[in-house]
């Protein structure tokens, strides 16, 4: 099985995505030295009586509240306890996975002032597979995830509960104890250390950029399925078009089609078609693609930084303990909102190629909804539809969630980012539009037989390969049957893989 090492502050989204999926974890002695050394520098002020935000304060609007040091490790206590008032369904266990890494990772890095104890057991529950229950609503984003990340900690605590995979609720005190594991004693600043962090809206968005390449590759690979279909012109993606707006992304979207439908007999026939210009759909479709496409490059650049960050307050830096607001989610949450508005155009346009394949009046010669005896059957009709509701959910979902702010705290935390919205929303635009791409080319393969019946000319040998992948998940619809549980069940990265085996990797 894949190990992920704790040893650099640094972290990569790749380490993120293998424990996500199961890898495990192993903490290097460098980390622990780091940990040992920032647990010394904050016992010795706070054994000096240094007034610490947290440690011998109390929190929020009652950081004026000098709290006794016998009743410190209560304070921190009371902390999860209070803290974890998380509602709604469940964080699926990837989620939950990613933050945990996160959230060790964040602890290891030395400015937290706290010793290596949790990491050391966040990488035992990874290592066992035990997940804790984690509702995914309460988060504002700042003072970092509390809610989620108190659930994380309740469980560590052996005072919450777990998940197990067929989505039962287990005491994770007795799952601690099946597994030899003592819960955690907290000791001061560790409560707040816990909680006071981005982890799990980062852990989403990392986990949703690692997924956004082959998603963007998925759409290059569907509008060409529809190009060739319905006859469009190739001139749009020529080269010589695209440096005349240098676009990076832009330029990788459109030497993807073009790629896709080289030496296509299909798209040769287009000078007889007797059009000049294709709709926007097909004709922007690299403008709109490669647009969407910044948004996801600009949502990993972010998250890389983020990931290898110290979320934490106070910090220990120096021989100091320094309050600051590394905790405030705006970074990530600005990124995620850019993001989901950029893969919801991906789903905005895929849709209108689906609605052109299907539509007598634009499709060039195929039949009503790809059907024979149209009437009688209604054949892909109601793949635009299901398409279209998820595009208009994905409009309400991807109003910016930074530009809300709401006060907490007793006005203490008076600016906070609801990165959290902003990361849940991005998740079901995600999907929402995985979904809409994988309509888009089930309706370019259907478009694609029957064509095949009107000439006898073949697409190029990228489309051919996706044509082929979408066949080998989705029969030719001959009878009105039900798609649902056909799209449901599509993969996305059956066509990109089967593609670049092909022609080679699509950028």
Known sequence: MERVILEEPSLRIEDIVAVANGATVEISQKAIERAIKSRAILENLEKSETLIYGVNTGFGALKSEIIEPKERIHLQENLIRSHAVGVGEPLGTKEVRASMLLMAASLLRGHSGVGPEAAQLICEFLNRSIHPNVPRQGSLGASGDLAPLAHIALALMGEGTCRSDDGSLLSSHLLMAEHGLAPLALTSKLGLSLINGTHVHTAIAALLTASAKTLAKAADIACAMNIEATLCSAQPFRDEVHVLRPHPHQMRSAKNIKRLIENSELVASHAHCGEVQDAYSIRCAPQVHGA????????????????????????????????????????????????????????????????????????????????????????????????????????????????????????????????????????????????????????????????????????????????????????????????????????????????????????
């Open 292 to 507: 969407a496409r910044n948004s996801i490059t600009h949502l990993r650049e972010v998250v890389e930084i983020e990931i290898s960050s110290v979320t934490d307050n106070p910090l220990v830096i120096g021989d100091e303990v320094v309050s600051a607001g590394h905790f405030h989610g705006e970074p990530v949450g600005l990124a995620l909102d850019y993001f989901k508005i950029g893969i919801s155009e991906l789903a905005s346009i895929s849709e209108r190629r689906t609605e052109r394949s299907l539509n007598k009046d634009y499709n060039r010669g195929l039949p009503p909804f790809l059907i024979e005896h149209a009437g009688l059957r209604s054949g892909l009709m109601m793949c635009q539809y299901t398409s279209a509701a998820l595009v208009s959910e994905n409009k309400v979902l991807s109003h910016p969630s930074c530009v809300d702010t709401i006060n907490t705290g007793a006005n203490q935390e008076d600016h906070v980012s609801m990165a959290m919205n902003a990361a849940l929303h991005a998740q079901k635009v995600f999907e929402n539009t995985y979904k809409v791409i994988a309509i888009e080319l089930i309706v370019g393969a259907q478009a694609l037989d029957c064509r095949a019946k009107i000439q006898k000319d073949k697409p190029g040998l990228g489309v051919q390969a996706a044509w082929r992948a979408v066949r080998e998940m989705v029969e030719k619809v001959e009878e009105d049957r039900s798609l649902s549980d056909e799209i449901q069940r599509f993969e996305l990265e059956r066509v990109v893989e089967a593609v670049e085996k092909e022609i080679g990797d699509l950028d």
